[in-house]
Structures are given as C-alpha cells and as structure tokens.
C-alpha cells in the first residue's frame, strides 16, 4: 500500500477518535505529535489501537507498539512513526 | 474516642469529601484534625476545626502559579507535569509539616487524600495506620495499564518518595472511594469502601438572590471547577449561545463577569450544594465533586471534560446514562445546545441519574466512611 494511502487511513481514523472539529485549523502531517499537537489522553489512544487493529488486522498493534515506549518517547510520538510502523508489517489481506 | 488526622493537598475538591467524614467523626465524640495548607482549608471547614500547618503561603502560592502553566499543557504532557511538577514537589513540602502534626495531634489513624503523599510516607515512617481518601475514583481504574514503561515511571518515583515498595496511592488498610460500583465497577477487594459522596457538614456561606430562579423554567448550574474557572471563556460564551436561543431555560454561571441575556446569572462563587437542589440539570467539566453532587441531586450532567481524571468521569456519566459528553476544547453552541436539549427533555437522562443516586444512598457516605475507619482503630 503506497505511503500516501496509509497516511490518509490513519488521518481519517484519528479523526473519528478525537472528533472531526478538533482539526479545525489543523493540518494533520508526518510530524503532528499525538499528545502535544492533538492532545491525545491515553484512553484515546487504546480507542485509536482499536479502529487499527480493525482496519489493519492483529499484526498492527498500537498498544503493544506504545508500551515499548516510555513517557517522553510517547510525548514525542509523531503521525508519521505509526505510519512507518504500520508499513514495516505486512498488511493482512481478507484472503 | 479516637484521634483522626487528615492530610490534604491545597484543592478544594480533595478537601471536600474529608469534611463531610471528619464532620461525622467530630459528632461520634472522636478528636479530628485536618493538616494542609491553612488559607485554603479555612473556609472550608466548619468554624473552629483544628488545622495545623504543612503548606506556607508561598509554597501553596509556587504551585498554583505551576499549575497556570500546567492548564497550558496537552495530552501525556499533562501526566508529567502532575507527577514531577506537582505531586511529589508537594509531597516534599509537606511532609517536615505532616511529621510535626503527627507528633502533636497523636492520631490513631491518618487518612491521607491520594494526592497528598505526604501522608502516607510520614505514617510509614512514625508508625501510624494509614488509609487513603480517594477524593477522585480515576486512579481506581489504572489508567497507565496499556503504557506499562509509564506506569512504571509512576512507580519509580513513588518509591523513591516513599523509600519502600508500598503503594502510597492506596492503603492496604481502607480505601475510601467516594463514588458508586454503579459508575467505577465493583472488581475490587473489600478494604475499598464505596460510601458514595459525603455532602454532609459543609459550610455554604456564599449568598445567593434566590429570587432570581423561576418555578417555571428549566435551570442549569454551569460550573467548571475551582481550577479551570478562568480559562474557560470560550466555553462559557458558547453555553451563553446556546442558552440564550432556550428561553424556557435559567442558567447559573459559575464565572468570572461576563455579558449574559437576562435568562443567564453569571457569579464567580455559588452556594453549589445548596443550588444543586433547585436545578434540572448541570454543565460541567468532569470534576469529581460537582459531577457526584449532581447525581447525588438526580441530576443529569452535560460533561465537558477538560483535562487529568476528567476525560475518565465523563466515560463513567455517560455509560451510567446520566449525561451526554462534549468537547472542552471545541464545542459550539449549536453543540451545547443540542446537548442541553437531550438531558433536560429526554426523561431516560434523568432516570438513570436518579438511579446513580440511589446507589450512592446504598454506600452510606459520610456515616459509611466513619463505620469504616472505626474499625481500623479497633
């Protein structure tokens, strides 16, 4: 799947986690932090790992991902590093 | 008799609950104490408390203008902050002062609020039984579950505070939690009481022009909290918005003075428990205590949760069926309105509230909590 496509996908299910006028005047790019540009609590980023994981399939595992991390790395966290993550697994196809 | 000694951070919401249950231990006979920052625990004590000092004014001054700073902050950065900005600073400016009125009060037993840790690690330390007043249910939960690096960092620095392996933020003694298994969940063990709020034995002396509430509107206390207060002008002109296209509705405002239609009463403090009997409903942050007042009232909520537990007790309204949630940060009036519309003439609202209420009449609250650390002294 090209890169543009993931990162539309994972545009368009942040949006449904954190709500479509919290990007009112946000430009979602590569290196939009989670916690510090749309302001994510921790509790919306398990309901995030949940829409990936149904878009994605089990190899895409969000809190798995974050709990290798710890608390500045998460502050840090960028759009564009769940995009590489999600493009370093193979996408689990319906067949 | 006994000795009872509470250990308070400088927030109203942590102190409240403690009031209501020093309030009933002080009528059984027992000798009760609150230890904190004075200024702030005077008013809301009954005249003549016993206060004793752990807190200066201008260390309690140094960490209200750190949590102005804190308001500013997002999404884990906020996390942060609490633990190394506020928590344990305050722990460390507390506890020569906590250590002093340990060693003058001679209490049986020490109830230390969850965030005030200064609590539990003088009671480590001298001996004394400790228990722990959960003012807010959100740590219950273990938030930091599916961040375990971060639950660790968490960890960490509480055994460094506290120089053991203990928990502090919870007594294996009792833990007082001042909500419901109906909102919280009831996977937990038998030392964690569920009293429901403790409303009793609190001063209200604020005034209030009864007159202006009318038996024949809708009313709504708006209240953002003692903490998020000034920040919230935004949201309190879009609830003026809102309201104003609601004739058949009276809004209070907890707020700094604002323009507001003559339907809108705009005060910067309310007597909110007594207010709380006259209302339809409640706008709220998300704060414990204003949300649990209202549903101890019957009261459906409108929550708009801004930041720390809050996101965790709207979830709790809302899957109760007591409210609807909005976002802080960007809800318009079309939004609130709509919102506002739901809880106040959709009856199912209201009857899950009241519902609420009656499993918060099922914990006891004060007299429960009382019973409780009674029987940790005998």
């Known amino acids: 799947m090209p890169e543009s496509n993931v990162l539309d996908e994972v545009v368009r299910l942040i949006v449904e986690v954190v709500g479509e006028d919290v990007l009112v005047g946000i430009e979602i790019t590569p290196a939009t932090t989670f916690s510090d540009d749309l302001g994510l609590e921790s509790i919306e980023f398990v309901a995030l790992a949940d829409r990936l994981r149904e878009r994605y399939g089990d190899k895409v595992d969000l809190v798995a991902f974050l709990g290798e991390m710890d608390i500045d790395q998460i502050m840090a966290m960028t759009v564009g590093r769940l995009v590489d993550h999600i493009e370093a697994r193979p996408v689990v196809s319906t067949g | ?378």
């Open chain 2, 1 to 378: 008799m006994s000795r009872f000694l509470f250990v308070v951070p400088p927030l109203t919401g942590h102190i409240n609950p403690t009031v209501g249950v020093g309030g009933e231990l002080t009528a059984r006979g027992h000798d009760v104490a609150w230890v904190g920052h004075p200024a702030t625990l005077e008013p809301l004590l009954p005249s003549g408390s016993r206060i004793l000092p752990a807190l200066d004014d201008r260390l309690e001054a140094d960490i209200g203008h750190a949590r102005q700073r804190w308001l500013e902050l997002k999404g884990i950065a906020v996390l942060k902050f609490l633990w190394e900005e506020f928590l344990i600073p305050l722990a460390h400016a507390m506890i020569p002062g906590v250590q002093d009125a340990v060693k003058q009060f001679q209490p049986d037993v020490l109830v230390a609020d969850q965030q005030a840790l200064a609590g539990p690690v003088v009671a480590i330390d001298l001996g004394v039984p400790w228990v722990t007043s959960a003012s807010t249910p959100a740590e219950l939960i273990r938030p930091l579950r599916t961040m375990p690096k971060v639950d660790e960092w968490v960890t960490a620095q509480l055994r460094e505070l506290s120089g053991s392996d203990v928990d502090i933020r919870f007594s294996g003694l009792l833990v007082l939690v001042f909500t419901s298994p109906l909102l919280v969940g009831d996977a937990f063990p038998p030392h964690y009481a569920f009293t429901g709020p403790a409303l009793a034995h609190r001063p209200e002396n604020t005034g209030f022009p009864w007159e202006w509430l009318s038996p024949e509107k809708r009313k709504v206390l708006v209240s953002l909290g003692t903490l998020n207060g000034a920040a919230g002008h935004r949201f309190f002109r879009e609830v003026i918005e809102a309201v104003t296209t609601m004739p058949d509705v009276q809004a209070v405002m907890v707020a700094p003075p604002l323009d507001a239609p003559h339907n809108v009463l705009v005060r910067e403090r309310v007597p909110q428990l007594a207010l709380m009997k006259h209302m339809d409903a409640v706008i709220s942050h998300g704060g414990h205590n204003t949300v649990c007042e209202a549903l101890a009232h019957g009261l459906p909520l409108v929550v708009a949760p801004i930041r720390d537990d809050q996101p965790i007790i709207a979830d709790q309204v809302v899957s109760a069926g007591a409210g609807m949630r909005l976002k802080y940060q960007r809800a318009r009036a079309g939004d609130i309105h709509a919102a506002l519309n739901g809880v106040l003439y959709d009856p199912d609202f209201a009857a899950c509230a009241r519902r609420v209420r009656e499993s918060f009449r099922l914990g006891g609250g004060a007299p429960a909590a009382a019973d409780r650390l009674e029987a940790v002294v005998a």
